[in-house]
């Protein structure tokens, strides 16, 4: 399975920018997706999360100003991010994570897309 991110850029603070992420291959289970970042000199922590029954989760730093949708059957995620701020400056890394028969995990990782806001 690969996952394929696009959508990353240069933006100003309070501006807005869209991330995709799409999947190919097939995947033996609806997966929880989601979006993760990493800063320069920070580990890499949860943005948001939505599952195939449609719920979703986020980051206390991004409430209200993120939102994340997907359609977990076509294995297609997106990132909505409104007002962004300087701090959301990271790499964006998409993520499928699906759990087998036995109840283990396995995690699927896009190749990350930069997300740069600056003015």
């Known amino acids: 399975v690969q996952l394929v991110e696009s959508g990353g850029g240069l933006v100003q603070p309070g501006g807005s920018l869209r991330l995709s992420c799409a999947a190919s291959?097939?995947?033996?289970?609806?997966?929880?997706m989601g979006w993760y970042r990493q800063a320069p000199g920070k580990q890499r922590e949860l943005v948001a999360t939505i599952t195939s029954s449609g719920v979703t989760n986020y980051a206390d730093a991004v409430k209200g100003r993120f939102t994340v949708s997907g359609d977990a059957a076509n294995l297609i995620v997106n990132l909505q991010m409104n007002s962004l701020k300087s701090e959301d400056t990271a790499i964006y890394y998409c993520?499928?994570?699906?759990?087998?028969?036995?109840?283990?995990?396995?995690?699927?990782w896009g190749q990350g897309t930069q997300v740069t806001v600056s003015s």
């Open positions: 993520n499928f994570r699906v759990r087998d028969a036995l109840f283990r995990d396995h995690d699927y």
């Open positions: 291959g097939s995947i033996f289970s609806r997966p929880i």
